[in-house]
C-alpha cells in the first residue's frame, strides 16, 4: 500500500494562461497533497508606500498560476477533488480597481488603490472598521481541452478564476477533468471577498495553499461543484436592493445603494465604499421569478463596525 | 405622550392588485403595531388532498394582500420603518409549479403539486429530509405613486413582492413612501425559501404578522433597503456553479446542476429536486467582474439531510 505524499511547489515559476501544452512541473499520485506558494495577482507589483497613482502604470499579463501539477491515472470524464486543507495568506493586501472594468465601471472613473496589512484575524479599513479574514484561492483549475492560449480572467468549465469565496479551508472543489493527468494550476489568492467581487479585486495577496488530489470515477460533471462550510457567521447584516428586468442591471443597483448607504450612513469616501462593497459585501438573487422584474440583494454584515 | 396601540387586521377583506385609489382599511400612528392576518398566495385554494391535477385548474387574481393601512403623517419622500415583529405560518403549505413560467420554464413541462405539514420547526419533504422553517412575508409593500391598478407579481420601488428571505421576524424592513400615508398592504406567506424562489413557489402558507411602523425623515431612499440577521446557520454545504456570460443563464445552469445532483445523488424526484432548489437552496452571485464570464452559485445546506 502506497502511503500518500506531500509535495512542494514554489513560485519561481508561475504560467499566465490556460494552455494544455504546458508540461506538469511535477506529477504526483492520487491521495497526494501539494503545498502550493503563490504570487498576488498583480505578479507582486504592488508594494508597501504605492499609491493610486501606481494603479494606472501597472500591466497586466493574466493572474500568475503555480502548476501544472499532472495528477497520474486522470483521464477525459474523470473528476478531479481537491481538498482544500490549509491557506495561509501573506501579510500585505491590496484591493484596486480602475476605469473600464469592473460591476460600476461608469460610476468610477479614476484609478484607486488601497493596502492592507493581514497579520491578524482581520484588515482595518479605518479605525473601527475591520473585514474579517476568510482566504481563499480565486484561481483554481485545470487544463482545457481546446488547445492554444486561453486567457485566465474568465472562469470557464475547467473552474479556473471562479472566485467563489466559500471555497475556504476545509471545502472541497470538485473539477471535470479535460485532459490526460487534469493539468491543476492555482493562484489569485484572495485573504476576503464579497459574492461578487464587484470592484473586479478582493483583498489580494501571496497564498501558501496546501491541496489534496483525488481522482474520482463514481461522478460524472459538466461543471465545478463544491462542498463548504459557509465561512462567515450568521449575524446582524443590512442589506440594498436592485429591482430590475436584467440581473446584471439589479446586481447595480444594489452595490450603488450600497456604496449610497455606507456614504451617508457610515462616513466613508465613495471609493472606500466601493472597496468594503467588493471585499465584504455579498450579493444574492433574491428572486429570479417573478417577471419582469427580479431581486439582487447586496448584504453587508454589520460586525464588521464592532456592532 | 401618545401610547402606541396595537391593531389587528383580519383576512375578510383582501385586494388583488396594487391601487393608491384603495381607501385604507384602518389609519394608525406612528410607532403602532398592526397584527395582519395573510391568506396564502393560493387564496385559500389548496387543501389537503390536493393533487398536481388541481395545480392546472387554478386561476390566479394576484397575491391576496391584506390592507391598506394608513400611517398618519407619512409623505412622499418619507420612509416608512416596518419592523417585524413576529410571524406566524399557518399548518398546512404548498410549493408547486406549471408550464411556462419559473426559472426552468422549458424544463419542466407538466404542472406539480407539494403540500407540507407545517406543525414542527421544519417541514418534510420525505423521511430523513427536512427543511427548517425560516417565515416572512414574500409581499410587504406601499401604494405606488402611479394611479390605476399595478399586477402584485413584480416587485417594484415600493417593495411589494420582493421574495427577499431574510425578512423573517427580527428584521427591520424600509420602504420609500410614495403616497400620503404610505398605504402598507402584506401577504404571500412563505414557511421556507431559498434565495432565487426558482420554481416560482416557497412553501406558501398562511401567514400572521406583527409589524410595527415607523415614519423616518431622516433618511432617503429610492429603493427599498432592510437590515437582518441571517436566518440559517452556518454549516455544511454543497454547492453548484453556473459559468456564463449571461447571469441568468449562469443561474439556470446552477440550478440544472443542482437539481442532477439531487436527482442522482439523493433520490430524488426531478420534480422534487426543482421543488427543494425552490425552497431551501440559495443562489449567489460569485463574481459578477470576470469577463465575459460570470458566476452564480447554488448552495444547497446539508443539515436537511440531517448530516
Redesign the interface.
Known amino acids: 500500500m502506497r502511503v500518500p505524499r506531500t509535495h512542494e511547489l514554489d513560485a519561481t515559476t508561475v504560467h499566465y494562461v490556460w494552455d494544455n501544452a504546458i508540461p506538469p512541473r511535477i506529477e504526483i499520485d492520487p491521495g497526494d497533497t501539494v503545498v502550493f506558494r503563490c504570487r498576488d495577482s498583480s505578479d507582486g507589483y504592488y508594494r508597501r508606500g504605492m499609491t493610486s497613482a501606481d494603479v494606472a502604470r501597472r500591466v497586466s499579463k493574466g493572474h500568475p498560476l503555480t502548476g501544472p501539477v499532472g495528477i497520474r491515472g486522470a483521464r477525459p470524464g474523470d473528476v478531479l477533488q481537491v481538498d482544500v486543507r490549509e491557506l495561509v495568506p501573506g501579510d500585505l493586501g491590496y484591493t484596486s480597481f480602475r476605469p473600464g472594468?469592473?460591476?460600476l465601471r461608469d460610476d468610477f472613473t479614476e484609478p484607486y488603490l488601497k493596502l492592507w496589512e493581514l497579520r491578524g484575524q482581520a484588515a482595518e479599513l479605518r479605525p473601527g472598521m475591520r473585514v474579517p479574514l476568510a482566504p481563499f484561492l480565486g484561481v483554481m483549475g485545470v487544463a482545457l481541452a481546446e488547445p492554444g492560449a486561453h486567457v485566465t480572467?474568465?472562469?470557464?468549465?475547467n473552474g479556473g478564476?471562479?472566485?467563489?469565496?466559500?471555497l475556504t479551508a476545509g471545502s472541497t472543489l470538485y473539477l471535470p477533468v479535460w485532459v490526460d493527468g487534469a493539468l491543476f494550476s492555482c493562484g489569485d489568492g484572495h485573504a476576503a471577498q464579497g459574492?461578487?467581487?464587484?470592484?473586479?479585486t478582493a483583498i489580494e495577496t501571496t497564498m501558501t495553499a496546501t491541496l489534496r488530489f483525488r481522482v474520482r470515477r463514481d461522478?460524472r460533471l459538466?461543471?465545478?461543484?463544491?462542498?463548504?462550510?459557509?465561512?462567515?457567521?450568521?449575524?446582524?447584516?443590512?442589506?440594498?436592493?436592485?429591482?430590475a428586468p436584467d440581473?446584471?442591471e439589479a446586481?447595480r443597483?444594489a452595490v450603488r445603494?450600497m456604496i449610497g448607504?455606507l456614504v451617508?450612513?457610515r462616513g466613508l469616501s465613495r471609493e472606500d465604499a466601493y472597496i468594503l462593497s467588493s471585499v465584504a459585501v455579498?450579493?444574492?438573487?433574491?428572486?429570479?421569478?417573478?417577471?419582469?422584474?427580479w431581486?439582487?440583494?447586496a448584504?453587508l454584515p454589520?460586525d464588521i463596525f464592532g456592532t
Open positions: 472594468i469592473g460591476l480572467a474568465p472562469p470557464r468549465s478564476n471562479m472566485d467563489i469565496k466559500q459574492d461578487g467581487e464587484v470592484c473586479i461522478i459538466a461543471w465545478p461543484e463544491l462542498e463548504t462550510s459557509l465561512a462567515r457567521p450568521r449575524g446582524r447584516h443590512y442589506a440594498t436592493t436592485g429591482i440581473l446584471m446586481a443597483q445603494g448607504h451617508e450612513r455579498d450579493l444574492r438573487i433574491s428572486e429570479v421569478v417573478d417577471a419582469p422584474n431581486v439582487v440583494s448584504f454589520l
